[in-house]
C-alpha cells in the first residue's frame, strides 16, 4: 500500500464500502441546485462575505479559499454544518506553496536539492502549519515540466526533468497529505506556454506530453493525490479546462484516478476567450462533461448549467459522478466525522531549524575561482556587503508566499554579521535599488568595496517578479545591477556574487569576471542565516541546478534532454546544428554544482550489461573526496538509447544518489535503473522498452563524460 494512507485516509480507506453507500444515499437527496452547488468553489478575502455565507446555507457552495485561520474557518463550516439542509462540511483551499507561515525555499530551489526526502519534510511541515490555521487544501505542489526560463512559474516547480519532478512531486504530495489535500497542478502541458509568455497557447506533441509533462502528474496521482487542477493553456488548440482527452482518457480511464478535478482560476469561464464556447452556459457544459469536477471562481456551473441538465444537454449522470468525487474527498479527507479539524502547528523553532537546514542543502556554488570561498570568520579585515538584496526582509520570501511575513525573515547582512565574531567590520551600502536606473549609489558602493578584504554583492529580481503573471522577455539583472557590480569589481577587491531570484538568469559578464557565484534562489525565512553558513563554509553547498542555465537569451528554451539532430554539431562544418555568435552549450548544465571539496569518479561498472525488457540494470562506480574537507556529491546517472524506432533524448537522467564523505574517503556507489524505465511511446504511440544498445553516463552533472554500455536483448 502507498505510503500516502499510513494517516490522513486510513480511516477512510478501511470504511469505503460503508462511505459509498452513504454517499449514494446523500446524492439521492440533494435537488439539483444543491448538487450544482458542490461543484462551486469561491475566493474569499480573508473571510467569507456575507453572500458566500448565505451560499453556504442554501447549499450552493462546495468549497470556499483564502479565507485565512481557524477562527475564520470555523463559522463557516458551522454555518454549513448546522444551518444548510443537507448539512455537508465545506473544503477550505490556499496556495499553500512553500510554507504557510513559516517560508521554506522555491520549489525550484528546494529541487535542487535533489533531495525528495527535504521536498516531502517542508511539505508535511507548511501542511501542518496550515491545518493549524482552517485550511484543510493546498493548490500545490506545482508539478510543471518548465524548459523556458521567461515563464516567471518556472520558480514554483521543480525544473525541467520529468524523472526529478516525478520523485519531488510525490514526495511533496505524501508530505501534504499527512495533513491537508494536496492538489497537482496545473493539467497539463502549463509550461511550454509559447516565447514563455503567461497563460499564453502550447503546441505539444502527445509524444512529448506523455514522456516529458504528464510523468509527475502520473507521479502524484501514484502517490494518492486528492485532486487535479486543469490549466489555463490550450493544447493544439483544445484547452485544457476543456479537454476530455487529459481528463476523461489519460487521467480517469487510464490512470484510473480516484479524485475530482478543479478548475484553476475562472479557466471554465475562459473557455470563450479560447473561441470554444460562445456563452457562460456552454463553456460550463464543455468544462464539466470534459470532466472538470469542481469550477473555481467563474460560479458558472451553479449560475448557468441547472437549464441544460433539465433540457438532457448535460446527463444527470454527469453532474453526479462529478458530486460523488467532491464528496467522496470530503469524507476521505474526514470531513463528515470532524469537520473543524482542530491542528496544532509545529514549534516554531523546529520550523526554523528545517528552513534553515534545507535552505542551506537549496544553494549551489556556480563559481569558486581561487577558492575565494569559503570565507574566513575572523581573518581581519573588512567585509562589504553590497546590494538591493543584502538587507531586504521582503523579497527572500519569493512568490506565493501565503501567510509569510517581511519581519520573520533574516537577511543577507544579518545573517552575515550573526557569523561573524563581534570585532569584524561589517559594512553596508545598497548600491542601486532592484530596478533603479540611477547611479547615483555606485560611488558608496565602491568606496565601501576599497576599504574592504572582500565585497559581497547581493542581486537578483523582486519576489513577484516570478511566479505567475511573472514572465520576463530580458532574464538578466533588472536595472543597473550589473554596471553596479562592474563598478564593484573594477575596485580589484575579491568579488563574492550572492544571485536572488526566481529563474535561471543570463549573466555573461559575471561568470568570466567575478571570482565565486552563489546561486541561493529565494531562500525564505532563514535566506540571510542559510546564505551565511555557505559563505563561511559551515554548510559546504550541494545544490544542484535543476534546469539549465543559458548563456544568451537566443538560446532559449534550452534544457539538456534534447534530441538529436540529423546534423549534429560540428566545429569543422559550418552546415551543422549551431549559432554564429555563441556555443551550443549551456552556462552551466543542468545537474551542475560545486562544492568546497571536490570528488574523483573511477571505475564505472556495469554488473549486467545484457538485460531483458523485465529486468534491472545494475551500475557502480567509485567516488572519491580527493579535497580538503567532508562534502556532498549528488551522483547522477543519465541514459542514452543509441538507437530506436524514434529518435530519442541525447541523454535521460534515471537515477541518482546523495552521497557525504569525508576528506580522503572513497565509497562504491550503487545505482539501478529498471529497463521499463528506459520505455518510449513508439511509432504507434504504444509504451514499449525496444531491444538495443544503451549508453550510461555517471558523473556530476548532466555532461558527466565517465560512460558504460549495456544491451536490452528480447
Not at 516567471?152 to 514526495?171: K, N, T
Not at 506556454?193 to 503546441?203: D, F, H, I
Not at 509533462?213 to 487542477?229: N, R
Not at 486543469?230 to 476543456?242: K, L, Q, R, T, Y
Request: aromatic share 8%; with cysteine.
Amino acid at each position: 500500500m502507498p505510503r500516502i494512507c499510513h494517516t490522513l485516509l486510513l480511516s477512510f480507506l478501511l470504511a469505503a464500502p460503508a462511505a459509498a453507500q452513504n454517499l449514494d444515499s446523500l446524492i439521492a437527496r440533494m435537488t439539483l441546485e444543491e448538487k450544482l452547488g458542490q461543484l462551486n468553489l469561491l475566493s474569499a478575502n480573508g473571510n467569507a462575505s456575507p453572500q458566500q455565507q448565505q451560499l453556504v446555507r442554501a447549499g450552493k457552495l462546495g468549497g470556499l479559499f483564502n479565507v485565512i485561520g481557524a477562527e475564520n474557518t470555523t463559522p463557516v463550516q458551522r454555518i454549513a454544518v448546522t444551518e444548510s439542509r443537507l448539512k455537508i462540511p465545506l473544503l477550505f483551499g490556499l496556495d499553500v506553496i512553500h510554507g504557510y507561515r513559516t517560508i521554506f525555499p522555491i520549489p525550484l530551489g528546494e529541487a535542487g536539492t535533489f533531495d525528495p526526502e527535504a521536498a516531502e519534510a517542508t511539505a508535511r511541515a507548511a501542511g501542518q502549519e496550515a491545518a493549524a490555521s482552517g485550511i484543510n487544501w493546498t493548490y500545490a505542489p506545482m508539478v510543471d515540466i518548465a524548459r523556458d526560463p521567461r515563464w516567471g512559474r518556472i520558480a514554483e516547480g521543480s525544473g525541467e526533468d520529468p524523472y526529478l519532478g516525478s520523485l519531488m512531486a510525490a514526495a511533496r504530495v505524501r508530505g501534504f497529505q499527512q495533513n491537508i489535500f494536496a492538489t497537482a497542478k496545473h493539467f497539463a502541458g502549463y509550461a511550454a506556454a509559447e516565447a514563455g509568455r503567461e497563460y499564453n497557447e502550447t503546441e505539444i506533441s502527445e509524444r512529448t506530453m506523455r514522456e516529458l509533462y504528464l510523468p509527475p502528474f502520473k507521479a502524484a496521482v501514484d502517490a494518492g493525490v486528492a485532486s487535479i487542477m486543469s490549466a489555463f493553456n490550450d493544447i493544439a488548440g483544445v484547452p485544457a479546462s476543456g479537454n476530455a482527452w487529459l481528463t476523461d482518457t489519460v487521467l480517469r480511464r487510464e490512470w484510473k484516478f480516484p479524485g475530482f478535478v478543479v478548475s484553476d482560476w475562472t479557466s471554465v469561464n475562459e473557455l470563450v476567450n479560447h473561441g470554444v464556447a460562445a456563452s457562460q452556459a456552454e463553456a460550463g457544459r464543455r468544462a464539466l462533461t470534459a470532466g472538470v469536477d469542481m469550477d473555481m471562481q467563474s460560479g458558472i456551473y451553479v449560475d448557468s448549467l441547472a437549464a441544460l441538465v433539465r433540457s438532457n444537454r448535460i446527463p444527470m449522470a454527469v453532474v453526479d459522478s462529478a458530486v460523488m468525487r467532491i464528496l467522496r474527498a470530503k469524507m476521505r479527507l474526514g470531513l463528515f466525522r470532524d469537520p473543524y479539524r482542530a491542528r496544532t502547528a509545529p514549534p516554531a523553532a523546529e520550523l526554523r531549524a528545517l528552513a534553515r537546514r534545507v535552505a542551506g542543502e537549496t544553494i549551489v556554488l556556480l563559481k569558486n575561482e581561487g577558492s575565494v570561498l569559503p570565507l574566513a570568520k575572523s581573518a581581519g579585515g573588512a567585509i562589504a556587503v553590497i546590494g538591493p538584496l543584502a538587507d531586504n526582509r521582503e523579497e527572500p520570501l519569493g512568490p506565493w508566499h501565503t501567510q509569510g511575513r517581511a519581519e520573520d525573515v533574516v537577511t543577507v547582512l544579518a545573517g552575515i554579521k550573526a557569523k561573524v565574531p563581534a570585532g569584524t567590520q561589517v559594512s553596508y551600502t545598497q548600491g542601486t535599488g532592484i530596478e533603479d536606473t540611477s547611479t547615483a549609489g555606485f560611488a558608496a558602493a565602491v568606496a565601501a568595496a576599497k576599504q574592504a578584504k572582500v565585497a559581497i554583492l547581493v542581486l537578483g529580481e523582486r519576489g513577484d517578479m516570478s511566479g505567475e503573471a511573472a514572465s520576463r522577455a530580458a532574464i538578466g539583472l533588472p536595472g543597473v545591477q550589473e554596471q553596479l557590480l562592474e563598478a564593484v569589481a573594477a575596485t580589484g577587491t575579491p568579488v563574492v556574487l550572492v544571485l536572488m531570484n526566481g529563474r535561471p538568469l543570463i549573466f555573461e559578464w559575471a561568470a568570466e569576471h567575478v571570482p565565486a557565484i552563489v546561486e541561493t534562489w529565494f531562500l525564505g525565512v532563514e535566506a540571510g542565516n542559510a546564505t551565511a553558513d555557505v559563505l563561511f563554509g559551515d554548510v559546504n553547498p550541494s545544490g544542484r541546478l535543476p534546469v539549465t542555465f543559458p548563456r544568451a537569451l537566443g538560446q532559449v528554451p534550452l534544457y539538456y534532454n534534447q534530441r538529436n539532430t540529423g546534423r549534429p554539431y560540428d566545429a569543422n562544418n559550418k552546415y551543422t546544428s549551431k549559432y554564429l555568435d555563441v556555443p551550443n552549450t549551456p552556462r552551466y548544465p543542468f545537474g551542475y554544482g560545486l562544492s568546497y571539496t571536490t570528488f574523483a569518479y573511477r571505475d564505472l561498472n556495469v554488473a549486467n550489461p545484457r538485460v531483458r525488457a523485465t529486468d534491472t540494470v545494475a551500475v557502480s562506480v567509485t567516488v572519491a573526496n580527493s579535497g580538503s574537507r567532508e562534502g556532498t556529491e549528488v551522483v547522477q546517472l543519465y541514459v542514452r538509447d543509441e538507437v530506436a524506432s524514434v529518435s530519442r533524448p541525447v541523454r535521460e537522467l534515471k537515477a541518482f544518489q546523495r552521497v557525504t564523505l569525508k576528506q580522503g574517503e572513497s565509497r562504491t556507489v550503487n545505482l539501478r535503473v529498471a529497463a521499463q524505465d528506459l520505455a518510449f511511446y513508439g511509432l504507434d504511440m504504444k509504451r514499449v522498452v525496444e531491444p538495443g544498445t544503451f549508453r550510461v553516463y555517471v558523473g556530476s552533472s548532466s555532461a558527466a563524460e565517465l560512460a558504460g554500455r549495456f544491451e536490452v536483448i528480447p
